[in-house]
């Protein structure tokens, strides 16, 4: 059965959750944690979103995520690449650090934001890592209640609904948060409603769909390949094969880029399909869209490559 596209609404809020390869550890000290802070500081300068809550987990990590133009898929593909090269680096070795592709449910805000970002700051009580959250030191539990400093968190939205005063709100989300420790496992956070990619009425679910149905049409990846093979006159056998030819490499970084423009399935996924290292692939594509951000009026080759493909 295919996969969903990614859904990308522009202001949404997200539920996102990226586990280790195989259920493995993908923090090793407190160094990799605060890497990883690092990471999320820069993603938000670069792409424009915000963080409104976090957890890391042993072998997993927690965010509540809301997204401006840049799509989430973007986000996450330079944050798994980048936090990938750093573990492989410090603990010298190769291969994934996370499992599969990220999981991500679009909420409404307004009936599941509070307790979303409760149920992920109780997820270490739930694990019998700490008896209360305010002392496991790796989620933005301890921002909220005024203990922690992280200028990349938006709490404000969240301690908004509590009260108006700093004060008053920091101890009344305390109160809500500790109003939960006796509530269990919660499918919907991590399988998301009906569709499987959305928490929401069915209302909200109607709306989301149609702004995604108008926004960008679904292009599989095979549409991309048999566009780009014949634009560049190169055969499909010859894009997986081992030839690193200028014209060949060109090819694949294009349709890389393409299908991370519709955001219908990874760069991993691609590079896999082309037998390539997904690293040194998705740093070809970062450089072609460095160089599209960089050019005014984009490259009028790739918006040819879009219309074609849309129009089809």
Avoid at 106 to 125: G, K, T
Avoid at 205 to 223: D, I, S, W
Wanted: charged share 20%.
């Amino acid at each position: 059965m295919a996969r969903q596209p990614r859904l990308h609404v522009a202001g949404g809020v997200y539920h996102v959750m990226v586990r280790g390869n195989g259920g493995q550890k993908i923090f090793f000290d407190a160094g990799d944690r605060s890497y990883l802070y690092l990471l999320l500081q820069q993603g938000l300068e670069r792409y424009g979103h915000r963080i409104h809550g976090f957890c890391c987990m042993p072998n997993h990590i927690h965010l509540v995520m809301q997204v401006h133009n840049k799509p989430l898929s973007q986000i996450m593909q330079n944050l798994s690449f980048r936090y990938t090269r750093w573990i492989n680096t410090q603990q010298a070795r190769s291969g994934h650090v996370f499992q599969g592709r990220y999981k991500a449910i679009l909420v409404d805000a307004d009936e599941y934001l509070l307790q979303l970002i409760r149920y992920i700051h109780l997820n270490p009580v739930r694990a019998g890592l700490v008896n209360n959250p305010v002392v496991y030191p790796w989620s933005s539990h301890r921002a909220y209640l005024g203990r922690e400093e992280l200028s990349w968190l938006s709490r404000d939205w969240v301690l908004s609904y509590f009260a108006k005063r700093a004060t008053t709100a920091c101890q009344r989300y305390a109160a809500f948060v500790q109003e939960g420790k006796g509530e269990g496992h919660r499918a919907e956070f991590h399988q998301g409603g009906e569709d499987g990619r959305v928490l929401a009425d069915d209302q909200f679910l109607e709306q989301v769909l149609g702004m995604e149905h108008n926004r960008r049409p679904v292009v599989p990846l095979p549409a991309i390949i048999a566009c780009i093979s014949t634009a560049y006159d190169v055969h499909i056998k010859d894009l997986r094969g081992p030839s690193r030819t200028r014209v060949l490499a060109d090819a694949r970084r294009t349709i890389g880029w393409l299908a991370r423009h519709f955001g219908t399935v990874t760069i991993q996924e691609v590079a896999n399909y082309f037998h390539r290292d997904a690293s040194t692939f998705s740093r070809h594509i970062e450089k072609l869209e460095a160089a599209v951000r960089n050019r005014k009026g984009g490259i009028p080759k790739l918006d040819q490559y879009i219309k074609a493909l849309t129009q089809a």
